[in-house]
């Protein structure tokens, strides 16, 4: 009787998740990691000429890159190759930057103007004729006595 009563006191555990199918046991997470990845674009974009500046598959690979840096992996190992991805995704672009920003700024000279300062003029071409090789004697074949 006693054994009776016990079962009855004691709470029920409950089983499997709480949670109805499709939601998360921490509704907030995914909307703070939105926010991190967001925050950290914008500082990684302002090393890159800003958001604007960006071309769609750039600002792809930026938010790539900002997401690995945001998460915080369970393993040391895989934050590791998280931050090593994310490095090689912004030298990439930042290699990429480069190339594109070499004519930014006011309008130089003129090419021409610029090969002269460069390169001095040169009187008449000058033709000279290289000796040519001896050439080489007729081959011969070889010979080898039979034994």
Do not use: C, W
Not at 107 to 118: C, I, Q, S, V
Request: proline share 13%; no cysteine.
């Amino acid at each position: 009787m006693q054994r009776a009563e016990q079962e009855h006191e004691q709470p029920t555990r409950q089983r499997g998740r709480p949670f109805p199918p499709g939601t998360s046991g921490n509704p907030r997470g995914a909307a703070l990691t939105r926010e991190r990845v967001a925050t950290l674009m914008r500082e990684l974009a302002a090393d890159l000429g800003g958001l604007s500046n960006l071309s769609a598959g750039d600002r792809t690979l930026l938010e790539r890159a900002a997401s690995l840096l945001a998460v915080t992996p369970s393993r040391h190992e895989d934050r590791v190759r998280g931050i090593n991805a994310a490095g090689r995704i912004l030298a990439g672009l930042r290699k990429r930057r480069s190339k594109r920003d070499v004519t930014v700024g006011e309008r130089g000279p003129p090419l021409a103007e610029l090969l002269a300062r460069r390169v001095p003029p040169r009187s008449a071409p000058v033709a000279t004729a290289k000796p040519q090789p001896p050439a080489p004697p007729p081959y011969k074949p070889r010979r080898f006595p039979k034994n």
